[in-house]
T-cell receptor, first 109, second 114 residues
Framework: GQSLEQPSEVTAVEGAIVQINCTYQ??????LSWYQQHDGGAPTFLSY????GLEETGRFSSFLSRSDSYGYLLLQELQMKDSASYFC??????????FGKGTRLHILP | DAGVIQSPRHEVTEMGQEVTLRCKPI?????LFWYRQTMMRGLELLIY????????DSGMPEDRFSAKMPNASFSTLKIQPSEPRDSAVYFC????????????FGQGTRLTVV
């Protein structure tokens, strides 16, 4: 089966940098992706890593280490609008996309 | 494209009634997923279709739940009979290819069973 672990909550200050970690267990791993969900909204795709290393998209970056079954999402220059829940998700050989329980990011002014 | 379209957005029903949730995936997407989201259990994958064929329904909680995809542009999730513990937000998502890298979510259906 598949399982993912990520912190339930993280708090950071506006303008700062925050890292949200994710560890996973899965068979037939294809890649790790990240989604953002605001209260009352739908999850929206942020990034996808299939290979080891860092992928950067504007203020957001995502990292993957396949050997450690570990990844993280890095958010820089935090803005109040970044307050949301962030989910890591694994894609496997079976083509399913399985999500972690999500990390609620609180941003203080 | 209008994105993944789900209906209804909100549904309130009495215990024991049948509930049908509807989803129109993005045109051209081959994969369709139904998820259920609750505070306690997070985003649970219920069932996954590829090219209209159910590939994995191991997440469907009970026989009361069923899903169909009669064609590439429409899917339904049915709960019969509904129970209060089925109250949740149900999301449909579609993805353009196998080896799915990105899922596009609908706005969800908030189901309340009283």
């Amino acid at each position: 089966g598949q399982s993912l672990e990520q912190p339930s909550e993280v708090t950071a200050v506006e303008g700062a940098i925050v890292q949200i970690n994710c560890t996973y267990q899965t068979s037939g791993f294809y890649g790790l992706s990240w989604y953002q969900q605001h209260d009352g909204g739908a999850p929206t795709f942020l990034s996808y890593n299939a290979l080891d290393g860092l992928e950067e998209t504007g203020r957001f970056s995502s990292f993957l280490s396949r050997s450690d079954s570990y990844g993280y999402l890095l958010l820089q220059e935090l803005q109040m609008k970044d307050s949301a829940s962030y989910f890591c998700a694994v894609s496997g050989r079976d083509d399913k996309i399985i999500f972690g329980k999500g990390t609620r990011l609180h941003i203080l002014p | 494209d209008a994105g993944v379209i789900q209906s209804p957005r909100h549904e309130v029903t009495e215990m024991g009634q049948e509930v049908t949730l509807r989803c129109k995936p993005i045109s051209g997407h081959n994969s369709l997923f139904w998820y259920r989201q609750t505070m306690m259990r997070g985003l649970e994958l219920l069932i996954y279709f590829n090219n209209n064929v159910p590939i994995d329904d191991s997440g469907m909680p009970e026989d009361r739940f069923s899903a169909k995809m009669p064609n590439a542009s429409f899917s339904t999730l049915k709960i019969q009979p509904s129970e209060p513990r089925d109250s949740a937000v149900y999301f449909c998502a579609s993805s353009p290819q196998q080896g799915n890298t990105e899922a596009f979510f609908g706005q969800g259906t908030r189901l309340t069973v009283v």
